[in-house]
């Protein structure tokens, strides 16, 4: 069998209360299923390319941290584009860090039924994008299926404890509003979620005429 790799577009490393709980190096990589306006994956894709790297090569860009990672509950959080892309690079992954790293996936949840099956028993906390729970929001957004979202999101809700997942609700110029927002709150709230952030997304520039220019940080 072919050795899994990872598409990885960039590293962070020492991030405190960006990625959940303890220090966590952020690994970017490459793809997604969704076409998000204000999305920094296609910036960066579009500024370099994706240096496929596999398990033990990561294992050792990371490693410096192992200490840390090990004294606060940290770990590496799978970032950029669509982590449950890479879920088999990242159960090829896991054995090498003993099981003592927490491995955070940053998703949209825009992934087929089986691929959440298998994330499941490979990352431990799940930092999910909603953008919006609202159909046309999300598809005119996103480019995407909100209904897969809202089975996944029942997927995830009945098979993680609710303090392994954190959802991030924003105010998209443009294309939502607080009043949206707030709906997808509570759909959120329905379901039985309980760690749910809203914020808005800062445009920083107009996107240019061949491209779309990222506001602050996005995720999955
Ligand atoms: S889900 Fe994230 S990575 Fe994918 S297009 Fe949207 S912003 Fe970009």
């Not at 940053?106 to 930092?127: G, K, N, R, Y």
């Not at 607080?178 to 808005?200: T, V, W």
């Amino acid at each position: 069998m072919a050795e899994e790799r990872f598409p990885q577009l960039g590293l962070s490393r020492l991030r405190m209360a960006t990625d959940g709980k303890g220090v966590t190096t952020l690994v970017a990589g490459a793809g997604c299923p969704l076409r998000c306006e204000w999305c920094i994956n296609r910036r960066l894709l579009a500024e370099k390319t994706p240096e496929w790297v596999s398990p033990e090569t990561l294992f050792e860009r990371t490693r410096v941290d192992n200490l840390y990672f090990q004294a606060t509950g940290g770990g590496l959080c799978f970032g950029g584009g669509e982590a449950l892309l890479h879920t088999a690079f990242v159960a090829a992954f896991r054995p090498l860090t003993g099981g003592a790293w927490k491995l955070t996936a940053e998703t949209s949840l825009h992934v087929p039924e089986q691929t959440l099956a298998a994330a499941l028993t490979c990352f431990d906390d799940f930092i999910v994008d909603i953008k919006s729970m609202d159909a046309n929001v999300y598809r005119r957004y996103a480019g995407g299926d909100a209904g897969l979202v809202l089975r996944n999101l029942k997927t995830l809700v009945s098979s993680v404890p609710p303090e392994r997942v954190r959802l991030r609700v924003p105010l998209i110029p443009g294309y939502n509003d607080e009043a949206d927002q707030q709906n997808s709150e509570a759909l959120l709230r329905e379901l039985g979620f309980m760690q749910i952030e809203l914020f808005p997304y800062v445009i920083k520039d107009e996107p240019p005429a061949a491209g779309r220019e990222a506001p602050s940080p996005v995720t999955g």
